[in-house]
């Protein structure tokens, strides 16, 4: 087994593992980094990579799947009205990427990192309460 391989199935070990042993605040936070970490280079790789990449299309699948998890696990039963808020800039944010993705633009990536990076803070000092 190379280095590369073997750092590939360390780092799936390593994410299996944190998300196996999170609690479901835990879990959130863990969605929300890998979201903002995706947008990131998603933006960069629409920015200064070629029309066509691996990267980029990873990126692009990934932050989708992470905003359609993050919209999934609201409540919208016991936390009204923030859960309807949080839909509204989730569908926001998807609706964005994927302009911007076809557009091959990366501003409106930004701004969502952008709100998206004010959630998690305030989800981590959530989590920090409880």
């Known amino acids: ?6 750092m590939k199935e360390y780092k799936q070990v390593d994410a299996i593992s944190k998300v196996e042993n999170a ?3 835990e879990f959130i936070q863990i969605i929300y980094n890998e ?14 990579g070629p029309k066509v990449s691996n990267i980029k299309s990873k990126s692009f699948s990934q932050s989708l ?11 919208f039963e016991n936390g009204e009205p923030i859960a309807s808020n ?8 998807r609706t964005t990427i994927i302009k ?7 501003e409106g990536i930004n701004s969502c ?9 305030a989800w981590s000092e959530i989590r920090q309460r409880v």
Not at 65 to 75: H, P
Not at 86 to 93: G, N, S, T
Request: aromatic share 14%.
């Open 1 to 6: 087994m190379n280095y590369h391989s073997f």
């Open 23 to 25: 609690d479901s605040h």
């Open 35 to 48: 979201l903002i970490t995706n947008l990131k280079s998603l933006s960069y790789a629409l920015k200064e």
């Open 65 to 75: 799947t992470s905003i359609m998890i993050l919209s999934q696990s609201l409540d």
């Open 86 to 93: 949080l839909f509204k800039i989730y569908d926001y944010c």
């Open 100 to 106: 911007e993705y076809r557009n091959c633009n990366y």
């Open 113 to 121: 990192i952008d709100i998206l990076e004010e959630i998690n803070s």
